[in-house]
């Protein structure tokens, strides 16, 4: 073979290497594309009951809702801001700003709820009742009727002075 028809054949073979990796590149932004799509992310909004202003960040359409929660204590405590509220997501609850009274499930999407503003706030614990507690309650409550009786005296009579 000639020097010229070796050169030509490199000349090719790099060609030939430079339309396989546009080939590539187009495949691979092709599949991009298709991952954007099903992965649409968002802005939300949280506001945190007693902070004084809402987080802003964005999340995927089928992130669930525990971790927007998640993401949003982190976020909290990332800006330094007051109360401190921890780090169990499990104790905090996420309703829809549009919706109804209903909190969001933990398990489901956040693009499944529709809205983009949130509101997060600590579930409220339900106290157990013990025999020592009960104990105490009854006991108050002779000792309450009492005080009752004796506060509703005192006041008629200052009253009418």
Partial sequence: ?????MNLKMKRTI??????RKQRKKKGSSDKDQMN???TRFLVTVNVLGSAGPLRFLVNENDLVGGVIDASLKRYAHEGRLPALGSASGNFLLYS?????DAL??????????GRVFIMCKKVAQPSMTDARSEMISR??????????????LTLK???H
Avoid: D, P, Q, R
């Fill in 1 to 5: 073979m000639s020097a010229k028809a």
């Fill in 15 to 20: 060609s030939e290497k430079m339309m396989m």
């Fill in 37 to 39: 799509a099903k992965n």
């Fill in 97 to 101: 700003a549009n919706a109804g009274a």
């Fill in 105 to 114: 499930n933990a398990t489901y999407t956040i693009g499944s709820s529709g």
């Fill in 140 to 153: 108050k409550g002779v000792n309450g009727k009492w005080k009752a009786w004796l506060n509703k005296s």
């Fill in 158 to 160: 200052i009253l009418s």
